[in-house]
Protein backbone atom coordinates (compact mmCIF):
# COMPACT_ATOMS: atom_id res chain seq x y z
CA UNK A 1 0.00 0.00 0.00
CA UNK A 2 1.26 3.78 -1.06
CA UNK A 3 2.93 5.49 1.94
CA UNK A 4 0.38 8.59 2.74
CA UNK A 5 -2.63 6.10 2.11
CA UNK A 6 -2.43 5.04 5.66
CA UNK A 7 -3.29 7.94 8.34
CA UNK A 8 -0.20 8.18 10.96
CA UNK A 9 -1.80 7.57 13.87
CA UNK A 10 -3.20 4.33 12.76
CA UNK A 11 0.07 3.56 10.90
CA UNK A 12 2.57 4.08 13.83
CA UNK A 13 0.71 1.47 16.36
CA UNK A 14 2.38 -1.69 16.98
CA UNK A 15 -0.14 -4.00 15.08
CA UNK A 16 2.47 -6.59 15.10
CA UNK A 17 1.36 -6.91 18.82
CA UNK A 18 -2.39 -6.09 18.74
CA UNK A 19 -3.33 -8.11 16.05
CA UNK A 20 -1.94 -11.42 18.01
CA UNK A 21 -3.61 -9.65 21.10
CA UNK A 22 -6.98 -9.48 18.72
CA UNK A 23 -6.71 -12.99 17.34
CA UNK A 24 -5.89 -14.37 20.60
CA UNK A 25 -9.06 -12.46 22.37
CA UNK A 26 -11.37 -13.42 19.61
CA UNK A 27 -10.68 -17.41 20.18
CA UNK A 28 -10.83 -16.89 23.93
CA UNK A 29 -14.14 -15.32 23.13
CA UNK A 30 -15.31 -18.66 21.09
CA UNK A 31 -14.16 -20.94 23.81
CA UNK A 32 -15.93 -18.72 26.40
CA UNK A 33 -19.02 -18.96 23.85
CA UNK A 34 -18.71 -22.46 23.66
CA UNK A 35 -18.70 -22.97 27.35
CA UNK A 36 -21.99 -21.47 27.51
CA UNK A 37 -23.37 -23.99 25.56
CA UNK A 38 -23.86 -21.59 22.82
CA UNK A 39 -24.16 -18.44 24.12
CA UNK A 40 -22.40 -14.98 23.96
CA UNK A 41 -23.94 -14.35 27.46
CA UNK A 42 -22.76 -14.22 30.19
CA UNK A 43 -18.89 -14.44 29.34
CA UNK A 44 -17.86 -14.06 25.34
CA UNK A 45 -19.57 -10.68 25.00
CA UNK A 46 -18.48 -9.11 28.56
CA UNK A 47 -14.82 -10.65 27.61
CA UNK A 48 -14.69 -8.96 24.19
CA UNK A 49 -16.33 -5.37 25.48
CA UNK A 50 -13.48 -5.79 28.17
CA UNK A 51 -10.52 -6.61 25.63
CA UNK A 52 -11.90 -3.41 23.66
CA UNK A 53 -11.75 -1.04 26.63
CA UNK A 54 -8.82 -2.37 27.98
CA UNK A 55 -7.08 -2.26 24.86
CA UNK A 56 -7.96 1.43 24.29
CA UNK A 57 -6.62 2.12 28.13
CA UNK A 58 -3.38 0.32 26.65
CA UNK A 59 -3.28 2.87 23.87
CA UNK A 60 -3.42 5.61 26.32
CA UNK A 61 -0.25 4.11 28.51
CA UNK A 62 1.48 4.20 25.14
CA UNK A 63 1.46 7.47 24.81
CA UNK A 64 2.65 8.25 27.75
CA UNK A 65 6.35 9.82 28.52
CA UNK A 66 9.20 7.99 29.92
CA UNK A 67 9.55 10.71 32.81
CA UNK A 68 6.01 10.56 33.56
CA UNK A 69 6.45 6.87 34.57
CA UNK A 70 9.47 7.92 37.00
CA UNK A 71 7.57 10.58 38.19
CA UNK A 72 4.73 8.07 39.55
CA UNK A 73 6.52 5.72 40.45
CA UNK A 74 6.97 5.94 44.03
CA UNK A 75 3.49 8.04 44.59
CA UNK A 76 1.93 5.05 43.11
CA UNK A 77 3.28 2.06 45.01
CA UNK A 78 2.18 4.49 48.04
CA UNK A 79 -0.83 4.88 47.17
CA UNK A 80 -1.78 1.18 46.43
CA UNK A 81 0.23 0.03 49.64
CA UNK A 82 -2.67 2.16 51.32
CA UNK A 83 -5.34 0.82 49.29
CA UNK A 84 -3.89 -2.65 50.29
CA UNK A 85 -4.00 -2.02 53.95
CA UNK A 86 -7.66 -0.63 53.93
CA UNK A 87 -8.99 -3.59 52.12
CA UNK A 88 -7.36 -5.88 55.42
CA UNK A 89 -9.34 -3.39 57.32
CA UNK A 90 -12.28 -2.70 55.67
CA UNK A 91 -12.23 -4.65 52.17
CA UNK A 92 -15.21 -6.84 51.07
CA UNK A 93 -15.19 -10.27 51.47
CA UNK A 94 -16.07 -13.03 48.89
CA UNK A 95 -14.95 -16.94 48.62
CA UNK A 96 -13.60 -16.83 51.71
CA UNK A 97 -10.91 -13.96 51.06
CA UNK A 98 -11.15 -10.23 51.81
CA UNK A 99 -9.33 -8.50 48.17
CA UNK A 100 -11.90 -6.22 47.30
CA UNK A 101 -12.83 -2.25 48.12
CA UNK A 102 -16.24 -1.44 47.10
CA UNK A 103 -16.55 1.37 45.03
CA UNK A 104 -20.19 1.43 44.69
CA UNK A 105 -19.85 1.33 41.29
CA UNK A 106 -17.00 -1.16 40.97
CA UNK A 107 -15.39 -3.45 42.99
CA UNK A 108 -11.76 -2.55 43.19
CA UNK A 109 -8.81 -5.40 43.69
CA UNK A 110 -5.56 -3.33 44.36
CA UNK A 111 -3.40 -6.08 44.88
CA UNK A 112 -4.28 -6.80 40.88
CA UNK A 113 -3.01 -3.19 40.14
CA UNK A 114 -0.22 -4.07 42.45
CA UNK A 115 1.04 -6.45 39.75
CA UNK A 116 2.48 -4.04 37.27
CA UNK A 117 3.07 -1.22 40.01
CA UNK A 118 5.90 -3.31 41.49
CA UNK A 119 7.59 -3.64 38.45
CA UNK A 120 7.38 -0.20 37.76
CA UNK A 121 9.00 0.80 41.12
CA UNK A 122 11.69 -2.02 41.28
CA UNK A 123 12.76 -0.32 37.61
CA UNK A 124 12.88 3.19 39.30
CA UNK A 125 14.94 1.94 42.37
CA UNK A 126 17.30 0.50 40.77
CA UNK A 127 17.83 2.89 38.03
CA UNK A 128 18.90 5.45 40.50
CA UNK A 129 21.69 3.21 41.96
CA UNK A 130 24.54 3.13 40.12
CA UNK A 131 25.37 -0.21 38.06
CA UNK A 132 28.20 -0.92 40.48
CA UNK A 133 26.07 -0.60 43.79
CA UNK A 134 24.15 -3.81 42.85
CA UNK A 135 26.85 -6.00 44.38
CA UNK A 136 26.24 -4.39 47.59
CA UNK A 137 24.03 -5.09 49.94
CA UNK A 138 22.64 -1.48 49.80
CA UNK A 139 21.11 -2.95 46.64
CA UNK A 140 19.00 -5.39 48.57
CA UNK A 141 17.35 -4.66 51.58
CA UNK A 142 15.39 -1.28 50.70
CA UNK A 143 14.44 -3.22 47.80
CA UNK A 144 13.51 -5.94 50.02
CA UNK A 145 11.21 -3.69 52.29
CA UNK A 146 9.61 -2.57 48.89
CA UNK A 147 8.30 -5.91 48.28
CA UNK A 148 7.78 -7.28 51.69
CA UNK A 149 5.20 -4.36 52.78
CA UNK A 150 2.57 -5.54 49.52
CA UNK A 151 3.30 -8.83 49.45
CA UNK A 152 2.50 -9.47 53.08
CA UNK A 153 -0.54 -7.87 52.91
CA UNK A 154 -1.99 -9.73 49.87
CA UNK A 155 -0.79 -13.01 51.97
CA UNK A 156 -2.97 -11.34 54.64
CA UNK A 157 -6.57 -11.49 52.56
CA UNK A 158 -5.20 -14.65 51.48
CA UNK A 159 -4.06 -14.33 48.16
CA UNK A 160 -1.52 -16.58 48.06
CA UNK A 161 -0.82 -16.56 44.09
CA UNK A 162 -1.74 -13.11 43.49
CA UNK A 163 1.41 -12.61 46.27
CA UNK A 164 3.55 -14.79 44.55
CA UNK A 165 3.03 -12.88 41.09
CA UNK A 166 3.88 -9.72 42.98
CA UNK A 167 6.93 -11.61 43.82
CA UNK A 168 7.84 -12.98 40.93
CA UNK A 169 7.65 -9.70 39.07
CA UNK A 170 10.40 -8.00 41.95
CA UNK A 171 12.67 -10.84 41.86
CA UNK A 172 12.87 -10.50 37.53
CA UNK A 173 13.80 -6.96 38.21
CA UNK A 174 16.45 -7.21 40.55
CA UNK A 175 17.99 -10.78 38.80
CA UNK A 176 17.91 -8.50 35.83
CA UNK A 177 19.41 -5.74 37.15
CA UNK A 178 22.40 -7.36 37.83
CA UNK A 179 22.30 -8.21 41.76
CA UNK A 180 24.46 -11.56 42.47
CA UNK A 181 23.26 -15.19 41.33
CA UNK A 182 24.56 -16.48 45.05
CA UNK A 183 21.90 -13.98 46.40
CA UNK A 184 19.00 -15.91 44.60
CA UNK A 185 21.07 -19.20 45.02
CA UNK A 186 21.04 -18.40 48.83
CA UNK A 187 17.47 -17.24 49.00
CA UNK A 188 16.12 -20.46 46.93
CA UNK A 189 17.95 -22.80 49.62
CA UNK A 190 16.29 -20.98 52.43
CA UNK A 191 13.04 -20.88 51.15
CA UNK A 192 13.58 -24.87 50.54
CA UNK A 193 15.04 -25.21 54.32
CA UNK A 194 11.81 -23.14 55.77
CA UNK A 195 8.82 -24.49 53.17
CA UNK A 196 8.26 -27.09 55.30
CA UNK A 197 7.81 -25.16 58.52
CA UNK A 198 5.82 -22.31 56.69
CA UNK A 199 3.69 -25.42 55.34
CA UNK A 200 2.45 -26.91 58.29
CA UNK A 201 2.15 -22.73 60.07
CA UNK A 202 1.36 -20.26 57.39
CA UNK A 203 -0.13 -21.78 55.39
CA UNK A 204 -4.41 -21.56 55.50
CA UNK A 205 -5.80 -25.19 55.45
CA UNK A 206 -7.22 -25.32 52.18
CA UNK A 207 -3.75 -23.91 50.35
CA UNK A 208 -2.17 -27.10 52.25
CA UNK A 209 -5.10 -28.58 50.80
CA UNK A 210 -4.02 -27.79 47.44
CA UNK A 211 -0.23 -28.40 48.26
CA UNK A 212 -1.14 -32.30 48.96
CA UNK A 213 -3.32 -32.70 46.14
CA UNK A 214 -1.16 -31.44 43.59
CA UNK A 215 1.54 -33.73 44.51
CA UNK A 216 -1.35 -36.68 44.70
CA UNK A 217 -4.69 -35.53 43.20
CA UNK A 218 -5.69 -39.03 43.03
CA UNK A 219 -6.10 -39.60 46.76
CA UNK A 220 -8.95 -37.89 46.77
CA UNK A 221 -10.34 -37.86 42.66
CA UNK A 222 -13.79 -36.48 44.01
CA UNK A 223 -12.77 -34.09 46.54
CA UNK A 224 -9.98 -31.95 46.64
CA UNK A 225 -8.37 -33.78 43.34
CA UNK A 226 -11.03 -33.13 41.33
CA UNK A 227 -10.50 -29.60 39.83
CA UNK A 228 -7.05 -31.59 38.04
CA UNK A 229 -8.67 -35.01 37.63
CA UNK A 230 -11.35 -33.24 35.21
CA UNK A 231 -9.12 -30.96 33.42
CA UNK A 232 -6.53 -33.76 32.57
CA UNK A 233 -9.52 -35.75 31.54
CA UNK A 234 -10.67 -32.81 29.10
CA UNK A 235 -6.97 -32.05 27.74
CA UNK A 236 -6.17 -35.83 26.80
CA UNK A 237 -9.86 -36.61 25.60
CA UNK A 238 -9.40 -33.81 22.70
CA UNK A 239 -6.64 -35.96 21.04
CA UNK A 240 -4.94 -34.31 18.21
CA UNK A 241 -7.81 -32.29 16.42
CA UNK A 242 -10.49 -31.84 19.22
CA UNK A 243 -14.42 -33.28 19.72
CA UNK A 244 -15.33 -30.41 17.28
CA UNK A 245 -16.45 -26.61 18.73
CA UNK A 246 -19.54 -26.70 20.89
CA UNK A 247 -18.91 -30.40 21.46
CA UNK A 248 -17.07 -30.88 24.47
CA UNK A 249 -18.92 -32.57 27.00
CA UNK A 250 -16.92 -31.82 29.88
CA UNK A 251 -17.40 -28.14 30.31
CA UNK A 252 -21.03 -28.58 28.53
CA UNK A 253 -21.89 -31.18 31.01
CA UNK A 254 -20.35 -29.84 34.10
CA UNK A 255 -17.72 -31.94 34.86
CA UNK A 256 -14.84 -29.71 34.67
CA UNK A 257 -15.24 -26.86 37.03
CA UNK A 258 -14.53 -23.00 36.50
CA UNK A 259 -14.62 -24.02 32.69
CA UNK A 260 -14.89 -19.86 31.76
CA UNK A 261 -11.83 -18.80 34.38
CA UNK A 262 -9.12 -21.04 35.42
CA UNK A 263 -9.46 -23.98 33.35
CA UNK A 264 -10.25 -22.13 30.50
CA UNK A 265 -7.56 -24.02 28.40
CA UNK A 266 -8.61 -27.36 29.33
CA UNK A 267 -11.83 -26.18 28.01
CA UNK A 268 -10.24 -25.37 24.84
CA UNK A 269 -7.95 -28.54 24.68
CA UNK A 270 -11.11 -31.17 25.21
CA UNK A 271 -12.52 -29.09 21.58
CA UNK A 272 -9.71 -28.04 19.51
CA UNK A 273 -7.19 -30.80 20.72
CA UNK A 274 -3.38 -30.74 20.36
CA UNK A 275 -3.81 -28.30 17.33
CA UNK A 276 -5.77 -25.70 19.32
CA UNK A 277 -3.19 -25.94 22.15
CA UNK A 278 -0.16 -25.57 19.89
CA UNK A 279 -1.69 -22.42 18.07
CA UNK A 280 -2.29 -21.06 21.56
CA UNK A 281 0.76 -21.31 22.58
CA UNK A 282 2.46 -20.33 18.86
CA UNK A 283 0.48 -16.78 19.88
CA UNK A 284 1.63 -16.33 23.41
CA UNK A 285 5.17 -16.79 22.10
CA UNK A 286 4.83 -13.86 19.79
CA UNK A 287 3.65 -11.80 22.75
CA UNK A 288 6.22 -12.71 25.12
CA UNK A 289 8.60 -12.74 22.18
CA UNK A 290 8.30 -9.04 21.62
CA UNK A 291 7.95 -8.43 25.04
CA UNK A 292 11.75 -9.37 25.28
CA UNK A 293 12.77 -7.84 22.23
CA UNK A 294 11.23 -4.29 23.27
CA UNK A 295 13.13 -4.66 26.52
CA UNK A 296 16.31 -5.57 24.68
CA UNK A 297 16.17 -2.83 22.22
CA UNK A 298 15.06 0.23 25.12
CA UNK A 299 16.80 3.43 24.65
CA UNK A 300 18.05 3.22 29.02
CA UNK A 301 18.60 1.42 32.19
CA UNK A 302 14.78 2.29 33.70
CA UNK A 303 12.93 1.18 30.35
CA UNK A 304 15.28 -2.43 29.95
CA UNK A 305 14.57 -3.00 33.15
CA UNK A 306 10.52 -2.01 32.94
CA UNK A 307 9.90 -3.81 29.84
CA UNK A 308 11.56 -7.05 30.49
CA UNK A 309 9.62 -7.38 34.11
CA UNK A 310 6.65 -6.43 32.44
CA UNK A 311 7.36 -9.41 30.20
CA UNK A 312 7.63 -11.90 33.27
CA UNK A 313 4.69 -10.77 35.17
CA UNK A 314 2.65 -11.86 32.01
CA UNK A 315 4.56 -15.09 31.67
CA UNK A 316 4.07 -15.78 35.02
CA UNK A 317 0.54 -15.78 34.46
CA UNK A 318 0.75 -18.18 30.94
CA UNK A 319 3.35 -20.11 32.34
CA UNK A 320 1.46 -20.75 36.29
CA UNK A 321 -1.96 -21.16 34.48
CA UNK A 322 -0.54 -24.06 31.81
CA UNK A 323 0.99 -26.10 34.48
CA UNK A 324 -1.57 -25.69 37.05
CA UNK A 325 -4.36 -27.38 34.04
CA UNK A 326 -2.00 -30.02 33.36
CA UNK A 327 -1.29 -30.72 36.97
CA UNK A 328 2.20 -29.55 36.66
CA UNK A 329 1.66 -26.85 39.65
CA UNK A 330 -0.71 -26.23 42.47
CA UNK A 331 -4.34 -24.46 41.63
CA UNK A 332 -3.51 -20.87 42.90
CA UNK A 333 -6.26 -18.91 40.73
CA UNK A 334 -4.11 -17.95 38.18
CA UNK A 335 -6.32 -17.36 35.29
CA UNK A 336 -4.99 -17.27 31.09
CA UNK A 337 -4.26 -14.26 30.48
CA UNK A 338 -6.84 -12.76 27.41
CA UNK A 339 -8.25 -16.22 26.89
CA UNK A 340 -9.78 -16.96 30.86
CA UNK A 341 -13.47 -14.55 31.66
CA UNK A 342 -12.30 -11.69 33.75
CA UNK A 343 -11.65 -8.30 34.39
CA UNK A 344 -9.09 -7.79 36.86
CA UNK A 345 -6.81 -10.65 35.25
CA UNK A 346 -6.89 -8.69 31.55
CA UNK A 347 -6.82 -5.56 33.00
CA UNK A 348 -3.42 -6.06 34.35
CA UNK A 349 -2.06 -7.49 31.74
CA UNK A 350 -3.13 -5.06 29.16
CA UNK A 351 -1.44 -2.28 31.66
CA UNK A 352 1.81 -4.35 31.00
CA UNK A 353 1.45 -4.30 27.28
CA UNK A 354 0.83 -0.84 27.39
CA UNK A 355 3.58 -0.07 29.45
CA UNK A 356 5.57 -2.16 26.91
CA UNK A 357 4.31 -0.51 23.79
CA UNK A 358 5.33 3.05 25.38
CA UNK A 359 8.31 1.48 25.58
CA UNK A 360 9.09 0.47 22.62
CA UNK A 361 7.87 3.76 21.67
CA UNK A 362 10.63 5.50 23.69
CA UNK A 363 12.92 3.27 21.55
CA UNK A 364 11.69 4.71 18.39
CA UNK A 365 10.55 8.94 19.38
CA UNK A 366 12.91 9.71 22.13
CA UNK A 367 12.41 9.49 26.34
CA UNK A 368 11.96 13.38 27.30
CA UNK A 369 9.23 14.36 29.02
CA UNK A 370 6.89 15.24 26.07
CA UNK A 371 7.96 12.26 24.08
Known sequence: MRAGVIPAAIARQPWGIILPLCVLNGFGA??????????????AIQHLIRFSVFLLMAMVIARLPRDLFKLAAYPGYIGLVFLLMLVDLIGAVGGGSQRWLNLGFMQLQPSELMKPA???????????????????????????????????LVMLQPDLGTGL??????????????LPLRWFLGAGAATAAIAPVAFFTLLHDYQRNRVLTFLDPESDPLGTGYHISQSKIAIGSGGLFGKGFGQGSQSHLEYLPEAHTDFVFAT?????GLVGMLAVLFVFMLILRWGWRVAQNAPDRFSRLLAAGMTCTVFFYVAINLLMVVGLAPVVGIPLPFMSHGGSSMM??????????????WSRRGTGLAG
Open 348 to 361: TNMICLGTIMAVDR
Open 118 to 152: IVLVFARFYDGLPPAMTQSWRSLMPAAGLLAVPAG
Open 30 to 43: LVLYSAASGSWTPW
Open 268 to 272: MAEEW
Open 165 to 178: AITFGAVSVMFLAG
